[in-house]
């Protein structure tokens, strides 16, 4: 029996050892539907970095509803790079312990989101309930899927990509609510993150409807159960969404992984990034690589949250906070 | 004990003889349903694209990782378990004491509460936010979103496991054998060894293959604390998880036999060290 204990801790300790690795390693906490872009592009970048500077590098991922891991950051997951789906959940990074300065959004181009994406409508083949725009989401008989503002990035774009275009159709926030409300009171279950809510739909025949990322819709039509089981429907306006990326500092700073970091985030912004951030269905902002790209991304009116909401500060404070739109209107189990 | 009742006056051999065969088919039709199907159903869909698609999912750098992850973490949390277990099963069988009562019901905490919540306790805890997070970042002890985290979560967890299993049979056999061995004046240490150990071997090993399994099974309270690195803090639950997130369903499957062959294999080291209990029981004569 003694014996036996020996051989267990000893065999534990072998594993520990197993586990440990001498490499550099960057980690990159990201969103859920980031995995396939992230998959490829660590693969380039690493290629590049072994080129540029001799090292071999590790990059691992982590992904989960984009709140949740800008939690998980905040609670001590040591992240180098964190590539969240929107801008308030790395300023949460900045107001709970100070990981990232104030401006961080200032430091790379384009709002620090080397990508964009919008909200569309996936649909089931052949769109039986005729779902067109907007309006049709709130007919009683349509079960919509989104995932839980409180904890996905995603979620949140979809909730005020509604607002807005009811804000600008019906005039007004007071109609706008009533709008969202009713479009909440379609919704049977809402999943934590932005894949989450796509399996449901997807895999397990929940709603006729899922409120997706465009590059989530896109995914789902190439890779999802099922191929030609679905069709995109883009409304006809939607919200210009810009999922951003940082480094943070009191990370690299510690763990001396700035510059490979930085480099890591530029590179996004490269031809070759762009393209695998296009390939992996997300908007490029380089021209010559959209252009090259403009079959896959069909023209449609989009707003952005600074027009409309002020900025994410406050869209965060009227909405999402305890307390705020969401609570108010969003009662669960409620048909 | 249902061991000692009078067999014979048994009421339910004494029901007529539909009531005894529908009340069988009924069970017998939801275990079909709902055990029997559903492990089917893994099998199947592990193996739907065949033995080198199952085998390519299993060998995965990723899949390796967290089978390595997993058994490190079962490792460890059972053997600290086995001790917890057996020193508290010791300590409420053989003493009386004031908060007896309480200490018992609180062995019982892990079972009640959500694991979720139990995961959340150690972030609060020795997150970076929590209680001790700024002292543990000062000396770079890393607990949370790592393996020390994934460990104390799944040892809160399967606390219950082998003191659970060994109260009731320790409180049944009395201690008479050890008040002897001392009286004849073996040390406390090799009266545990040659006199308690051997006694409740058995009821101890059911203890371990129960905690084990739940080990190796958990997937709660390691989700809130493992911060999701794959190749890194992802145990065999987690990477199920990403693999069916990323439409991987045959891999996420493939991975998923392995953890229930894990369980069967359980299952029938349950029974057969169960088997021996009750032969044991059975030959000892009645104290």
Redesign the interface.
């Known amino acids: ?1 003694r014996r036996t ?1 020996a051989a ?2 000893a ?2 300790l072998f ?2 050892g ?2 440990a690795h001498a490499d550099t390693t960057l ?1 990159n906490v990201s969103y ?1 539907p980031t ?2 872009l992230y998959r490829e592009f660590n693969a380039a970048f690493a290629a590049e970095w072994k080129q540029q500077s001799g090292e071999d590098l590790k990059i ?5 509803g984009s709140g949740k891991q800008s939690r ?1 950051v ?5 992240a180098d790079v964190v590539t969240l789906a929107l801008a308030y959940d790395i300023d949460a990074l900045h107001e ?2 100070d990981l990232v300065p104030a401006d961080w959004q200032k430091r790379l181009p384009d709002n620090s989101a080397p990508y964009t994406s919008t909200v569309v409508f996936l649909v089931r083949k052949g769109n039986p309930k005729g779902i067109k725009d907007w309006d049709d989401l709130v007919k009683p008989d349509v079960g919509v899927i989104t995932p839980n503002p409180k904890t996905s990035g995603g979620a949140r774009w979809n909730y005020l990509a509604a607002w807005g275009y009811a804000k600008k159709k019906y005039g007004g926030d007071a109609a706008a609510q009533e709008f969202v409300g009713k479009l909440l009171k379609n919704v049977p279950v809402l999943d934590t993150g932005a ?2 809510a796509t ?1 449901t739909f997807v ?1 397990r025949g929940q709603g006729d409807v899922l409120l997706a990322w465009e590059n989530e819709a896109l995914l789902a039509l190439a ?3 099922g191929k030609g089981q679905f069709e995109i429907v883009v409304p006809s306006i939607s919200i210009l969404a810009e999922p951003p990326v940082t480094v943070v500092d009191k990370v690299v700073d510690k763990r001396g992984t700035r510059k490979v970091a930085e480099a890591y985030l530029k590179y996004l912004y490269s031809p070759q990034g762009q393209e695998i951030a296009a390939k992996n269905h997300y908007r490029p902002r380089d021209a010559a690589v959209a252009a090259k790209y403009a079959s896959t991304f069909p023209k449609v009116p989009l707003f952005t949250i600074d027009e409309v909401f002020g900025g994410w500060q406050n869209a965060q404070k009227t909405h999402f906070a305890d307390g705020g739109t969401f609570d108010k209107i969003y009662v669960p189990g409620a048909k | 004990m249902s061991a000692h009742l009078p067999r014979k006056s048994s009421v339910a051999l004494r029901d007529p003889r539909w009531l005894r065969w529908s009340l069988l088919a009924i069970a017998l039709a939801f275990v079909a349903l709902f055990l029997v199907l559903p492990l089917l159903a893994v099998f199947g869909y592990a193996f739907e694209k065949g033995l080198d698609v199952w085998r390519a999912a299993v060998v995965d750098e990723e899949a390796r990782a967290a089978i390595r992850l997993t058994l490190l973490v079962a490792a460890i949390a059972v053997p600290l378990n086995t001790v917890f277990g057996v020193a508290a099963a010791w300590l409420v069988t053989r003493y009386s004491f004031r908060g007896k009562g309480l200490l018992v019901s609180l062995i019982d905490l892990p079972f009640a509460v959500s694991p979720v919540i139990a995961g959340l306790i150690y972030v609060l805890l020795f997150g970076k936010q929590g209680w001790l997070g700024p002292w543990l970042a000062d000396h770079d002890v890393k607990i949370i979103f790592a393996v020390p985290g994934i460990v104390l979560a799944t040892t809160f967890v399967t606390f219950p496991f082998v003191a659970r299993e060994l109260i009731p049979l320790m409180q049944a056999q009395g201690g008479d054998e050890e008040r002897a061995a001392i009286t004849l004046g073996a040390s406390g240490w090799s009266m545990f060894w040659r006199v308690t150990l051997p006694k409740i071997g058995w009821g101890l090993l059911y203890g371990v293959i129960l905690c084990n399994a739940r080990a190796i099974g958990e997937f709660g309270a390691v989700s809130v604390v493992s911060g999701h690195i794959r190749g890194l803090t992802n145990t065999m639950p987690l990477h199920i998880e990403v693999l069916y997130n990323e439409y991987q369903r045959t891999a996420a499957f493939a991975v998923a036999s392995l953890l229930a062959l894990f369980a069967l294999l359980t299952l029938v080291l349950k029974q057969i060290v169960g088997w021996r209990m009750r032969r044991i029981a059975a030959t000892e004569p009645d104290a």
Do not use: P, W
């Not at chain 1, 691992?60 to 989960?64: E, L, R, T, Y």
């Not at chain 1, 905040?74 to 040591?78: Q, S, V």
């Open positions: 029996m204990i267990v801790f065999s534990a594993a520990l197993g586990l980690l859920d995995r396939e691992n991922q982590s992904h989960g998980s905040i609670d001590g997951l040591e709970h312990g894949r989450g399996t895999e890779e999802g159960g």
